[in-house]
């Protein structure tokens, strides 16, 4: 502690604001309890992860008077509704108090966040540390503390009323709401085409989803998923809550293959299993075409390797020193948090420095293609480009809240593609579910959705999303009851050539196809009437009869309007809307008009 530090409690003299209660000044009715201060600042991985660990030394140990005092940054940080999500987990144990002017850190002379003060029961400054909380340690001079309160008769609970200790205890003020216990508060997720894999901090566990938005399995063990990668055999999840990784299998069980299940401070790696230890594993990804799989450390502010057959680990890139610095062996992060991988690139949401990095897979480079993202913390690589180019790379920024996308070979400027409009409040998670080409060691959901005869197939039929040929092949795959006409259709439908917007990004119209800037696909400008006319050019076998059950049947018994809804069939009784085509597919009426 500084020379010129405060000694006791009192001597601070300062008016903090606590989350969900009014203002109350600090003071020193501590005769029951050892307070933890934990100075903290909202957004930095380790203070997260030391709030998650006071709240639980609290919950277990009443004698414990837990307060968090948050010295906020950013303006971001200073959002009473962003930190109210942050630290839902702790209040139950934790009071929350807020540094608003960070006169806490500047007398305290703290030089770093996250930290330690521990107060005596008499109000007593005892110690003044940095870093991670080190429970054994901390409950041990807890203990001494409170056995020298024994002795000085400090604990008589007729000398001090219980709403004394209402700041550093942990008393429900009016207007907290205890997170419900079934609440979901995702913080991964992951698609391997058939699961939604979502890891789930409130529950402790990993929730296989379908498609039909169903769970179909949860399995505990990560107590703070923070990543999720599924491979053929099982989902690897990297876990905040005992820095570690897991394995969980298909089958509903999970180990731990990689972390001592404490944090640490190794920044080289080398060890196998259980004996490595990690220190806050962030982001997962498998790339590179191998088995192995690559994971952000944000404690260490590195990039490591995993090999989940040996299950060795070791660090791949990053010094271990925070900062920003492109390059090779002297490459440096700040707190990386998510990472994604392609055949011979990574992409790194590096939180601490707002910015997105590029790794190249084979020499070992690092460069930074955007900067100034309000703190990214999820990464994806989009859809493989149709001539062969880079992908672009979409990131989740935590704190404006959006999905941008940066395109490849760009000038590092985001395109906005999601923000609050859209419903984001706070991401925490990024992944694409798209379809990837048909190979004979490698089906891919085409394959398998052709394939399964439950499974309805939607085709936009326009000759550019599907080819002919892949037309003709799903109508004798599926046959005429599995297919479904569907449009993708943009406000370009039905207009001359030009340019026209959709979500925001300018597309463009040209010989009926629309493409975005990158030449990309970006809707589509058909309409049925089109559709059905197609569908006849390009399989002219199938007649107006089974078009008619592409387009119409089908589609109402797929969302449940047939039968007694009286869509899709002409019957007694059903709905009297028509659309006469001739046979070549053009329309001669709708309903009891001619178009002319």
């Known amino acids: 502690m500084p020379a010129q530090a405060p000694t006791r409690l009192s001597e601070l003299s300062l008016t903090l604001s ?3 209660r009014p203002p109350l000044v600090v003071h020193t009715a501590l005769r029951d309890s050892v307070a933890i201060v934990l100075p903290w600042r909202l957004g930095c991985a380790v203070s997260e992860v030391a709030l998650g660990l006071l709240a639980e030394l609290a919950a277990e140990r009443p004698t414990i008077a837990a307060l968090a005092v948050h010295s906020p940054v950013l303006a971001a940080e200073r959002d009473p509704a962003r930190l109210a999500r ?11 108090a807020i540094d608003e002017s960070r006169e806490f850190v500047r007398r305290c002379g703290l030089r770093a966040l996250p930290a330690v003060v521990l107060v005596d029961a008499i109000g007593a400054i005892r110690f003044v540390g940095h870093g ?53 508060a995702p913080t991964a997720i992951a698609s391997d085409g058939d699961t939604l894999w979502v890891g789930s901090r409130s529950r402790g566990s990993v929730l296989a989803v379908t498609v039909k938005g169903e769970v179909a399995a949860e399995i505990a063990g990560p107590r703070w998923p923070t990543a999720i990668v599924a491979t053929e055999d099982h989902v690897l999840v990297s876990d905040w809550g005992r820095h570690a990784l897991w394995s969980v299998e298909r089958a509903g069980t999970a180990e731990i293959v990689l972390g001592t299940g404490e944090c640490g401070s190794d920044p080289y790696g080398g060890g196998f299993g259980e004996e490595q230890e990690l220190a806050l594993p962030s982001g997962l990804t498998g790339a590179g075409g191998s088995t192995g799989a690559y994971f952000a ?17 070791s660090a791949w890139v990053g010094t271990g020193s925070r ?22 690139l990574l992409a790194v949401a590096d939180a601490g420095n707002d910015g997105v990095r590029i790794v190249e897979l084979g020499h070992n480079f690092c460069e930074t293609i955007a900067q100034g993202l309000d703190r990214p913390v999820a990464v994806a690589f989009g859809p493989a480009a149709e001539d062969g180019g880079e992908q672009a790379v979409y990131a989740a920024l935590s704190y404006r809240p959006a999905i941008v996308r940066i395109a490849p070979g760009g000038d590092g400027r985001p395109e906005p593609v999601l923000d609050a409009s859209h419903g984001l409040i706070e991401p925490v998670g990024l992944t694409f579910n798209a379809m990837g080409r048909i190979h004979h060691r490698d089906a891919g959901v085409a394959v398998l959705a052709l394939d399964d005869p439950r499974v309805t197939c939607p085709l936009i039929v326009d000759g550019v999303h599907v080819q002919p040929a892949m037309v003709r092949l799903a109508l004798r795959q599926k046959g005429a009851d599995r297919i479904v006409l569907v449009t993708d259709a943009v406000s370009a439908a039905g207009m001359p050539n030009g340019d026209y917007t959709l979500s925001g990004i300018s597309v463009r119209l040209e010989d009926g196809i629309v493409r975005d800037g990158e030449g990309r696909l970006a809707g589509s400008a058909l309409t049925m ?27 109402a018994r797929l969302i449940g309007q047939d039968g007694d809804a009286g869509y899709g069939a002409i019957q007694p009784g059903g709905r009297a809307a028509f659309t006469f085509l001739g046979d070549d597919g053009s329309i001669r009426v709708v309903r009891g008009q001619s178009p002319e």
């Open 297 to 313: 450390q944000a404690g260490t502010h590195q990039i490591w390797q995993f090999d989940p057959e040996t299950r060795a680990a």
């Open 132 to 184: 991670l909380l080190e429970p054994r340690r901390l409950l041990a001079a807890v203990d001494q503390l409170l056995r020298e309160a024994d002795d000085r008769g400090a604990r008589d609970e007729g000398r001090v009323e219980r709403h004394d200790l209402v700041l550093f205890g942990t008393p429900r003020g009016p207007g907290v709401v205890d997170e419900p216990a079934a609440a979901l």
């Open 529 to 555: 009437a089109q559709a059905a006319r197609n569908v006849l050019r390009f399989a002219p076998e199938i007649g107006p009869w089974t078009l008619a059950r592409l387009a119409s049947t089908n589609p």
């Open 323 to 344: 900062g920003l610095v492109d390059g090779g062996e002297e490459a440096e992060f700040s707190e990386p948090r998510g990472i994604a991988g392609n055949d011979h």
């Open 86 to 96: 942050a630290v839902r987990f702790a209040r139950a144990s934790v009071t929350i």
């Open 18 to 20: 606590c989350l969900d």
